[in-house]
C-alpha cells in the first residue's frame, strides 16, 4: 500500500512528459492528434486496448468540445485518475496556447506593418482550402441520408437570416431525435431540452463592454456547445465575438485562426488569440481556460458510463443531428471567411492549388500555409 502514492507520481509524471511532447509535436488536426495518442498509448505502452480506445472515441464525439483534446483527458483519466485528468489535459494544450500567445503579440505589434499584411495575404486562402477538406472529410461521415442533410441545408438557411447559432446546433440533434424516436416526446420534453441552451446563451451576451467576466462566460458557453470539427469554433467566433459583440473584424478573425493552424496541439487555442487581442495576457488565459474546462467536466461526467452511451439510440441520433448542423454552420461560415480572403485572381489560385494538394496529394497543412505566406510576401516584394 505504501507504494500507491510513489506510483500515481510516477504515472503523473510519464503523462505530463508523454502530453507535452504530444502538445508540441501534434499538428494536422484532430484525426492526426488521435492516430498519434492511438501509437503512444495502445500501440507503444500498452495502457488501453484497442476496444478501450475505440470507446472513448465514440464517447468524445456524443459530448461537446474539441475530439483530441477530450481524448488526451480521457487518457489521463484511465492511468492516473482526476489528476492525471488534469495533467494530461492541460500539458496538451499548454505548448500551443504559449505559442498562440507569442504570436498575437507579435500581430499586435507587428501585424500592420506591409510584410504582415501580405503574409496573411498569401495564408487567408490556404485557411478556406483547408475548411473546405474539412468540411468534404467530415460531411462522408456526417451525412447519413435526407433527413441529415436536410438538416445541414437547413442550418446554412438559418444562419444566413439571422437564426442564433447555438440555437441551430441544438435544434439539428432535437429534430432528429424526434424523426427516429418521436413516440417518446412531448412538448415538456422538447422545451426541457432547449431552454437550457437559451438561457446560457442570454447569459453570455447580455454585456457588450469588453471585460474579463463576459469573456470567461462567452468562450464557456462555446466550449460548452461545441460539437463537430475546431472548424465549426469559426462560425461561433463570426457571430459571437465579430457580430454580436463587435470586439473584433472579420479579418482579425481569419488571421488568428491562421495563426491557430501554424502552431501544434487543438485548435480552439484560437480563443486564446482572440483573448489576447481583446483583453491582453489576462485576457488570453481567461479565454483559455473558458472554452476548455467543459471539456473536463464533460470527460469526467461521461467517462464512467461510455459502455451504455454507444448503445443508446437517443444518443445516436442526437450526435447525428448535432453533426450535419455543424457542418451547416461550417459551409455558411466558410463562405464569409472567402468573401474577405479571395479577393483577387491571385488568392483565387491559391486557394484552389492548395485544396487541390491537400484532396490529391495529402501534404500536410503546416507547409502549404507556410507556402501560401511565402508567396503572398514575394508578391508584395514585386
Not at 496556447?97 to 507587428?110: C, N
Not at 437564426?163 to 446546433?169: P, V
Not at 422545451?191 to 470567461?216: C, D, H, R, Y
Not at 483577387?344 to 484552389?352: F, H, M, S, V
Amino acid at each position: 500500500m505504501s507504494s500507491a502514492p510513489k506510483d500515481v507520481s510516477a504515472r503523473l509524471k510519464e503523462l505530463a512528459l508523454l502530453f507535452l511532447r504530444l502538445g508540441v509535436t501534434a499538428f494536422g488536426g484532430p484525426a492526426a492528434h488521435i492516430a498519434m495518442m492511438h501509437d503512444e498509448i495502445v500501440t507503444r505502452r500498452k495502457w488501453l486496448s484497442e476496444q478501450q480506445f475505440l470507446d472513448l472515441m465514440g464517447a468524445t464525439n456524443l459530448i461537446p468540445g474539441p475530439n483530441s483534446t477530450q481524448m488526451a483527458i480521457h487518457m489521463g483519466l484511465e492511468r492516473a485518475g482526476w489528476r492525471g485528468m488534469i495533467v494530461s489535459g492541460s500539458c496538451f494544450i499548454l505548448p500551443a496556447a504559449v505559442l498562440v500567445t507569442i504570436l498575437t503579440w507579435l500581430y499586435v505589434e507587428y501585424g500592420a506593418t506591409s510584410q504582415a499584411e501580405w503574409l496573411f495575404y498569401g495564408i487567408k486562402p490556404v485557411i478556406i482550402a483547408i475548411v473546405l477538406q474539412a468540411l468534404y472529410m467530415l460531411g462522408r461521415k456526417a451525412v447519413k441520408g435526407v433527413l441529415t442533410s436536410l438538416v445541414g441545408i437547413g442550418v446554412v438557411a438559418g444562419y444566413f437570416i439571422g437564426i442564433n447559432e447555438i440555437l441551430l446546433i441544438f435544434l439539428g440533434g432535437l429534430l432528429v431525435i424526434l424523426f427516429r424516436n418521436y413516440k417518446g416526446f412531448t412538448g415538456s420534453r422538447i422545451f426541457s431540452f432547449i431552454a437550457p441552451v437559451l438561457g446560457i446563451n442570454l447569459v453570455a451576451l447580455q454585456s457588450k463592454e469588453i471585460a474579463l467576466a463576459t469573456l470567461f462566460v462567452v468562450f464557456l458557453k462555446i466550449g460548452a456547445v461545441l460539437y463537430g470539427s475546431g472548424y465549426v469554433l469559426l462560425a461561433f467566433l463570426e457571430a459571437d465575438f465579430v457580430e454580436t459583440l463587435g470586439w473584433i473584424t472579420s479579418q482579425q478573425l481569419i488571421d488568428v485562426v491562421a495563426m491557430g493552424q501554424v502552431t501544434p496541439g487543438p485548435l480552439l487555442t484560437t480563443a486564446t488569440s482572440i483573448g489576447y487581442l481583446v483583453a491582453g495576457l489576462p485576457g488570453a488565459v481567461i479565454a483559455t481556460v473558458g472554452i476548455f474546462l467543459p471539456s473536463f467536466i464533460f470527460v469526467a461526467a461521461v467517462n464512467p458510463v461510455v459502455p451504455k452511451l454507444r448503445k443508446s439510440p437517443l444518443a445516436g441520433a442526437a450526435l447525428d443531428g448535432v453533426n450535419a448542423a455543424s457542418l451547416g454552420l461550417m459551409a455558411a461560415v466558410m463562405f464569409q471567411l472567402a468573401r474577405v480572403s479571395l479577393v483577387d485572381p491571385l488568392t483565387i489560385i491559391i486557394a484552389l492549388l492548395c485544396a487541390g494538394a491537400l484532396f490529391f496529394l495529402r501534404i500536410n497543412s503546416t507547409w502549404l500555409i507556410a507556402g501560401g505566406g511565402l508567396v503572398g510576401v514575394l508578391y508584395g516584394l514585386i
